[in-house]
């Protein structure tokens, strides 16, 4: 296969039917559920237009304003373009030699981060696939600089990657710090546990999964230096609000951090995969990954091989669809989509109080938000399984202090309130 006048004709008509897709997204359901079955059997057809319509009628849709769900947003135009050149010259960033402008990209969208958050000049960071792999660098860091202790504490709240990080790195000691009415590190709980266990690291959270709670980190990083260990913050989700004079305040300490996880491809509305490890002392990333590699690293470059601060060789160079849509755009678009996802997320808190058939499990900061259908007896998951069915919406659940309650993403800057409102009409015909 070649790139020539049928493959130029096919990616022309792509292009069109993706914009077509969006621009139109409102006629068609959230998703158009087929069981696994069906969606097997009709897999394929007699024309390539016709495999890529298949995707685009049977995937979820995020870009429609009634997708309220997972942490996964509807990326912006100019990063999928990125995203195509990417693709198509498909550079991997791992060794200089291999990249050179790939690196020197990610070197200055990750100085750019650095810059955002408060670091100093010491401080560096690298691409990765996502929270999870940012969350096992940082543990990494840490044990590189103290490899003697063998425990790591965390928020109840704390996403799952961090007890599989702890996994993979043969650490079976985590402690886990309950949180408290607002879903966050209880500070107080978390000193008195450090009185008894010396943590390799403590692990804070800026924008929980659950809730999206912002732990105390100016508080928590006063402990850290009372006890000589490292502060992780996982702000896969929440960091971005640095990039908001309004919502910034939220991750207020978080300039304190030792290492800090920080996914682009959530609330920067970056395609998948782009997340962000960035560490305060370039020293303790180097020290994890130290390697013997001749035949790709050489020391003249030490400096500039991005695979040597990586569990990555293969590495995309998935920071140019942040570049890109940085020069095109500028962060006010990001600014913008932030402060709108808050405000509607507000808004369905205030519908919801204001209800006499829904409960609300805490006030959002940021654009998650837990709530419980009274008085129904139907379950919040059975709920929403008819929701998301129904294609009308889509949400999802969690489970808060022992409770499974329905739990709201608001992730698209195209959702406004009467989509909020007509998701909340279709929680009140499930539960009936």
């Known amino acids: 296969m070649k790139f020539g006048p049928e493959t130029r004709a096919l990616a022309h008509d792509v292009v069109d039917a993706l914009f077509d897709h969006v621009e139109q997204i409102e006629s068609r359901p959230v998703v158009r559920w087929r069981t696994a079955e069906e969606l097997r059997a009709g897999l394929g057809g007699a024309a390539p237009m016709d495999c890529v319509r298949q995707l685009l009628d049977n995937s979820i849709q995020l870009h429609h304003p009634s997708y309220m769900g997972h942490q996964v947003c509807p990326p912006f135009p100019t990063a999928v373009i990125a995203d195509l050149v990417i693709s198509t010259l498909n550079q991997s960033t791992a060794v200089w030699e291999m990249s050179p402008i790939g690196t020197v990209i990610e070197q200055e969208v990750m100085r750019w981060l650095i810059e955002c958050v408060g670091y100093p000049d010491t401080a560096l960071g690298t691409a990765v696939s996502g929270g999870s792999a940012a969350n096992l660098t940082g543990l990494l860091a840490a044990r590189a600089r103290r490899p003697d202790r063998r425990a790591i504490l965390c928020g109840a709240d704390a996403h799952y990657s961090v007890a599989r990080a702890a996994a993979i790195m043969g650490i079976d000691e985590i402690v886990k710090v309950p949180t408290n009415d607002e879903h966050r590190m209880d500070v107080d709980a978390l000193a008195a546990l450090l009185e008894d266990v010396q943590p390799m690291a403590i692990v804070a959270t800026a924008g929980s999964t659950a809730t999206g709670s912002f732990d105390d980190l100016r508080a928590i990083a006063v402990l850290r230096d009372r006890h000589d260990t490292w502060l992780h913050v996982d702000a896969a ?17 978080l300039d304190a951090a030792d290492s800090l996880s920080w996914d682009p491809h959530k609330m920067m509305w970056m395609p998948l995969s782009l997340g962000a490890i960035l560490v305060r002392d370039d020293v303790w990333l180097r020290r994890a990954f130290e390697a013997d590699a001749p035949y790709l690293f050489h020391g003249a470059r030490a400096s500039d091989n991005l695979g040597e601060m990586t569990i990555q060789c293969s590495k995309r160079a998935d920071a140019v669809k942040l570049w890109l849509t940085l020069q095109i755009a500028g962060t ?90 007509a998701m909340l009409d279709a929680v009140r015909r499930a539960g009936r």
Request: glycine share 6%.
């Open 237 to 253: 989700h929440g960091a971005s609000v640095l990039l908001s004079p309004s919502l910034k305040h939220l991750v207020d300490g």
């Open 332 to 421: 006010e678009p990001i600014a913008r989509a932030l402060e709108h996802v808050t405000a509607m997320t507000r808004y369905l808190y205030e519908r919801v109080v204001a209800s006499d058939d829904f409960e609300a499990m805490h006030v959002p900061e940021l654009n998650i938000f837990c709530f419980r259908a009274r008085g129904t007896g139907r379950g919040a998951q059975e709920i929403r399984e008819d929701v998301i069915r129904s294609g009308d919406a889509w949400i999802t659940s969690t489970i808060l202090k022992g409770e499974r309650v329905l739990r709201v993403t608001i992730i698209n800057p195209r959702t406004e309130r009467e989509h909020v409102d």
